[in-house]
């Protein structure tokens, strides 16, 4: 299996998982190739979320939940722009940005992670 596959494969079980938690998945793998990418962007409530998917087997290569640098952060801040923009979103939509990690088979929801 390889790194996208495997991607894919916890992007769904999060997906699955926020499903759980009363999120509605809006779109998955959202791209826009001079912004970034966005694992998973669902609604919650009044909020409209950007989630990004993490994924490590053990914790040898540290938590998932540390795992998004401020490089990330800030291209998923601007594809998250772009996609309100797309979809004809006011600016001032009511947004948060969340971490699914998963270590092994456990998943952790991290709210308003950056």
Do not use: W
């Not at 916890?10 to 990418?37: C, K, P, T, V, W």
């Not at 952060?73 to 309100?84: E, P």
């Amino acid at each position: 299996m390889n790194k996208r596959e495997i991607g894919s494969r916890y992007e769904s079980m999060a997906a699955d998982y926020l499903i759980g938690q009363g999120y509605e998945i809006l779109a998955r793998n959202y791209q826009n190739h001079r912004r970034g990418e966005i694992d998973l962007i669902a609604k919650e409530g009044r909020f409209l979320v950007f989630v990004e998917v993490k994924y490590r087997k053990d914790t040898g290569e540290g938590d998932p939940g540390e795992a998004v640098s401020p490089r990330k952060q800030q291209r998923i801040r601007k594809a998250a722009l772009v996609y309100l923009y797309e979809n004809r979103l006011p600016m001032d939509t009511p947004c948060r940005f969340d971490v699914v990690a998963v270590l092994g088979k456990e998943l952790r929801l991290i709210r308003n992670a950056f």
